[in-house]
């Protein structure tokens, strides 16, 4: 048989699967996957992985029972959120199943799927191969179109895919095992993702026979379809942006447009990602809900808005709308501004809810990498901040802060309550030793308004937004900025800025989510920070506990009180914990004061060792620490509470173990205020120690028993 004739045997299964975007999976009694096209690509890595395979064979692996049980199509979702149709249908040899779909049809179960590769499950598996061919529709209508299409295969086309089934692969056989990896920060950073995908295209590039018996409309829609596969093949070695782009010139070419835009969903509204022609310097923005079900239904038949927009001079102009649904919510739309037929119309809505899989799929993909570097920089920052004792810290903070935002410079500049001005703390890049001499007129241009107004301001183009222009020497290289306000509850601590970001680009949403993470740390560090230059400051409003060095009680109830009105305002998470010396009156009566003062140290310094950035640890007197978390949900604080119980259970006291009991609580509509909060991890905590001590009680695990504590 020459390798057209096996081709063209083929040839009904590929197609439909190409024409469709959708997987074909022919299957019989005794393998799932006789023959595969268009197959998902977390469909091969999950079959062939020994942990999940058991998983895949309850879902796909009893497929052919199912439909041929039923005697008709069968439709189900797999535990990884799949959606497949079971279609039974008889070759000539033996019964047969085709499993069409193997999609998903919500983005959400798209998002859990990433949520899992990114720190679940899935994390050990390599992304790019991993997320290389995922399939997307935009409804189950499709999946219910493609398994008609099999229904109606004649004998001779379901014996043809039996037949190379055989050629192709033996029954049982499964794919070769994938290396597993963990994901990290340094396997996205070099290069790794954009090499597999260029591997993955050469060793998948391949042509389809079409025959002679296709009429001459479906020749010119087969032809057209050839193109847009070859678009499509081209475009996952790209950026999500550079693939907008792309699309835009291919549609301005082959239908002869020359006004494009690509708009993207951001919180309720489309925003330009790319423009084209006429559009390239017209930044849209248009009100639009991502579950709007009349453009659900738009972009389900596959057609377009007219929009009627007035100019400047008050002149309408038309532009039409293509919303573009993934799954049940409409992710992105094409403008065209130009005049068009109704064919044209036809042919660009059918491209255009075509590519939206693809482009959803990079746009995922970039989402992904993103956000395991960005977890990586918390954590790298994190621990950065643990140097808050060493007298490069003000320097270090705003070197490293403008690393993570890829700027050439940054500033840090400090509020005085007592003046009411702004001065540089520290700063980094050009001109960064003229700015700290700087005192007078700081921050006047923007970060003072920033600081009082409480919200970031990032700026992509200063004349946009006719802001004055900046000081001829100080030499900017771009016209986009970042200043953002820190501040601790209500009062102002200062003004971070960054702008010349490297590469010349400009900032944007994913910079403003980063600070929105950080800063939270900044501002307790370099709360810490101040009341340690500031010592006679700090003996004359006492908030630090001698002995451990940690703040005091006073400090800790001033900064409670703080983050329970940011609570009330934002509804964020925030938890507390009380931790108690276990025995501590018998180790000061064995060991003496002195040796018990010591141990205690040693405690206080566990607690430091153990905390993240943004936690304030203080001692609340005696033998008692407590611990403000904001941000923290009480599963979050158990998890702390552990490795601080471990951490002191394993320190070397001098004289005999110490361990510490530990009491949490999370505010919520019933804990409202510092004193009930603090009422509640008490509670925890006597009952942790009712319990045996050297353990953590959630006081929302309570029973609701109210045990009454004996000598501690």
Same mark, same amino acid.
């Given at each position: 048989?020459?390798?057209?004739?096996?081709?063209?045997?083929?040839?009904?299964?590929?197609?439909?699967?190409?024409?469709?975007?959708?997987?074909?999976?022919?299957?019989?009694?005794?393998?799932?996957?006789?023959?595969?096209?268009?197959?998902?690509?977390?469909?091969?890595?999950?079959?062939?992985?020994?942990?999940?395979?058991?998983?895949?064979?309850?879902?796909?692996?009893?497929?052919?029972?199912?439909?041929?049980?039923?005697?008709?199509?069968?439709?189900?979702?797999?535990?990884?959120?799949?959606?497949?149709?079971?279609?039974?249908?008889?070759?000539?040899?033996?019964?047969?199943?085709?499993?069409?779909?193997?999609?998903?049809?919500?983005?959400?179960?798209?998002?859990?799927?990433?949520?899992?590769?990114?720190?679940?499950?899935?994390?050990?598996?390599?992304?790019?191969?991993?997320?290389?061919?995922?399939?997307?529709?935009?409804?189950?209508?499709?999946?219910?179109?493609?398994?008609?299409?099999?229904?109606?295969?004649?004998?001779?086309?379901?014996?043809?895919?039996?037949?190379?089934?055989?050629?192709?692969?033996?029954?049982?056989?499964?794919?070769?095992?994938?290396?597993?990896?963990?994901?990290?920060?340094?396997?996205?950073?070099?290069?790794?993702?954009?090499?597999?995908?260029?591997?993955?295209?050469?060793?998948?590039?391949?042509?389809?026979?079409?025959?002679?018996?296709?009429?001459?409309?479906?020749?010119?829609?087969?032809?057209?379809?050839?193109?847009?596969?070859?678009?499509?093949?081209?475009?996952?070695?790209?950026?999500?942006?550079?693939?907008?782009?792309?699309?835009?010139?291919?549609?301005?070419?082959?239908?002869?447009?020359?006004?494009?835009?690509?708009?993207?969903?951001?919180?309720?509204?489309?925003?330009?990602?790319?423009?084209?022609?006429?559009?390239?310097?017209?930044?849209?923005?248009?009100?639009?809900?991502?579950?709007?079900?009349? =453009?659900?239904?738009?972009?389900?038949?596959?057609?377009? =808005?007219?929009?009627?927009?007035?100019?400047?001079?008050?002149?309408?102009?038309?532009?039409?709308?293509?919303?573009?649904?993934?799954?049940?919510?409409?992710?992105?739309?094409?403008?065209?501004?130009?005049?068009?037929?109704?064919?044209?119309?036809?042919?660009?809505?059918?491209?255009?809810?075509?590519?939206?899989?693809? =482009?959803?799929?990079?746009?995922?993909?970039?989402?992904?990498?993103?956000?395991?570097?960005?977890?990586?920089?918390?954590?790298?920052?994190?621990?950065?901040?643990?140097?808050?004792?060493?007298?490069?810290?003000?320097?270090?903070?705003?070197?490293?802060?403008?690393?993570?935002?890829?700027?050439?410079?940054?500033?840090?500049?400090?509020?005085?309550?007592?003046?009411?001005?702004?001065?540089?703390?520290?700063?980094?890049?050009?001109?960064?030793?003229?700015?700290?001499?700087?005192?007078?007129?700081?921050?006047?241009?923007?970060?003072?308004?920033?600081?009082?107004?409480?919200?970031?301001?990032?700026?992509?183009?200063?004349?946009?937004?006719?802001?004055?222009?900046?000081?001829?020497?100080?030499?900017?290289?771009?016209?986009?900025?970042?200043?953002?306000?820190?501040?601790?509850?209500?009062?102002?601590?200062?003004?971070?800025?960054?702008?010349?970001?490297?590469?010349?680009?400009?900032?944007?949403?994913?910079?403003?989510?980063?600070?929105?993470?950080?800063?939270?740390?900044?501002?307790?560090?370099?709360?810490?920070?101040?009341?340690?230059?500031?010592?006679?400051?700090?003996?004359?409003?006492?908030?630090?506990?001698?002995?451990?060095?940690?703040?005091?009680?006073?400090?800790?109830?001033?900064?409670?009180?703080?983050?329970?009105?940011?609570?009330?305002?934002?509804?964020?998470?925030?938890?507390?914990?009380?931790?108690?010396?276990?025995?501590?009156?018998?180790?000061?009566?064995?060991?003496?004061?002195?040796?018990?003062?010591?141990?205690?140290?040693?405690?206080?310094?566990?607690?430091?060792?153990?905390?993240?950035?943004?936690?304030?640890?203080?001692?609340?007197?005696?033998?008692?620490?407590?611990?403000?978390?904001?941000?923290?949900?009480?599963?979050?604080?158990?998890?702390?509470?552990?490795?601080?119980?471990?951490?002191?259970?394993?320190?070397?006291?001098?004289?005999?173990?110490?361990?510490?009991?530990?009491?949490?609580?999370?505010?919520?509509?019933?804990?409202?205020?510092?004193?009930?909060?603090?009422?509640?991890?008490?509670?925890?905590?006597?009952?942790?120690?009712?319990?045996?001590?050297?353990?953590?009680?959630?006081?929302?695990?309570?029973?609701?028993?109210?045990?009454?504590?004996?000598?501690?």
């Amino acid at each position: 048989m020459s390798a057209k004739q096996k081709d063209n045997k083929k040839f009904w299964q590929d197609h439909l699967a190409e024409e469709s975007g959708l997987a074909v999976v022919v299957a019989d009694e005794q393998s799932p996957a006789l023959s595969k096209s268009n197959n998902n690509s977390m469909c091969e890595i999950l079959y062939s992985s020994e942990e999940f395979a058991p998983r895949c064979a309850e879902f796909c692996g009893k497929a052919f029972d199912w439909a041929h049980e039923a005697g008709e199509t069968v439709g189900y979702q797999c535990y990884a959120g799949l959606n497949c149709l079971a279609v039974p249908f008889q070759s000539q040899e033996k019964p047969l199943v085709a499993i069409v779909g193997r999609a998903f049809l919500k983005a959400e179960n798209y998002r859990q799927a990433t949520e899992r590769a990114i720190a679940g499950d899935w994390q050990k598996f390599p992304p790019t191969k991993f997320f290389e061919n995922i399939l997307l529709s935009g409804s189950a209508q499709n999946l219910e179109k493609l398994a008609k299409r099999v229904e109606n295969l004649s004998d001779e086309e379901k014996n043809a895919v039996l037949k190379i089934a055989g050629e192709a692969q033996k029954p049982e056989e499964k794919a070769e095992p994938v290396e597993t990896k963990n994901i990290n920060a340094e396997n996205l950073e070099n290069g790794e993702i954009g090499r597999l995908i260029e591997e993955f295209h050469q060793t998948t590039a391949q042509t389809t026979d079409i025959p002679e018996k296709i009429t001459k409309r479906n020749r010119e829609e087969a032809e057209e379809g050839a193109a847009w596969r070859g678009l499509f093949g081209s475009l996952l070695s790209l950026s999500y942006k550079e693939a907008c782009s792309s699309v835009l010139r291919f549609i301005s070419e082959r239908y002869e447009l020359n006004g494009l835009a690509w708009l993207e969903q951001r919180e309720n509204r489309m925003e330009t990602v790319s423009a084209f022609g006429n559009l390239e310097h017209q930044p849209l923005l248009i009100n639009m809900a991502a579950n709007d079900q009349y =453009l659900l239904e738009t972009a389900q038949k596959e057609t377009a =808005l007219e929009l009627r927009e007035r100019n400047g001079d008050g002149e309408s102009q038309i532009v039409w709308l293509f919303p573009i649904s993934v799954g049940e919510e409409v992710r992105s739309a094409l403008i065209v501004a130009d005049e068009m037929d109704d064919e044209a119309k036809r042919h660009i809505g059918r491209f255009v809810q075509g590519v939206a899989s693809e =482009l959803e799929i990079l746009r995922l993909r970039e989402e992904l990498s993103r956000r395991v570097w960005f977890e990586s920089a918390v954590q790298k920052f994190n621990e950065s901040l643990k140097n808050i004792d060493t007298e490069d810290f003000w320097t270090r903070l705003i070197q490293f802060s403008a690393e993570m935002l890829r700027a050439e410079r940054g500033s840090l500049l400090l509020f005085d309550e007592k003046s009411k001005t702004l001065a540089v703390k520290s700063a980094t890049g050009a001109k960064a030793d003229f700015l700290k001499g700087e005192t007078s007129g700081i921050g006047e241009r923007v970060a003072q308004k920033v600081l009082r107004s409480g919200r970031p301001l990032v700026v992509q183009d200063t004349f946009a937004i006719a802001l004055p222009p900046a000081p001829q020497e100080w030499n900017y290289k771009t016209d986009s900025f970042i200043s953002y306000p820190i501040r601790l509850g209500e009062r102002k601590i200062g003004v971070l800025n960054f702008t010349d970001k490297i590469g010349g680009e400009v900032y944007g949403a994913s910079d403003l989510e980063l600070l929105n993470n950080l800063v939270p740390q900044i501002a307790v560090a370099i709360d810490r920070a101040i009341i340690k230059d500031r010592s006679d400051e700090f003996e004359q409003r006492s908030i630090t506990d001698s002995l451990t060095g940690l703040p005091n009680r006073g400090y800790l109830d001033q900064r409670l009180e703080e983050e329970i009105k940011r609570w009330d305002r934002t509804g964020e998470a925030m938890s507390f914990m009380m931790i108690d010396v276990d025995y501590f009156k018998a180790y000061n009566d064995a060991f003496s004061h002195p040796e018990g003062d010591k141990a205690l140290k040693l405690v206080g310094h566990c607690l430091k060792e153990t905390l993240r950035g943004a936690d304030v640890a203080a001692r609340y007197g005696g033998e008692e620490f407590s611990i403000l978390l904001p941000r923290t949900t009480s599963a979050e604080a158990v998890i702390i509470a552990e490795r601080i119980r471990q951490n002191v259970e394993k320190t070397e006291f001098p004289n005999r173990p110490v361990t510490v009991s530990v009491g949490i609580a999370s505010v919520s509509k019933d804990i409202k205020d510092a004193p009930a909060l603090i009422q509640a991890a008490d509670k925890a905590l006597y009952e942790a120690k009712n319990k045996g001590r050297n353990r953590i009680q959630s006081f929302e695990d309570l029973n609701g028993n109210n045990h009454e504590e004996g000598d501690q």
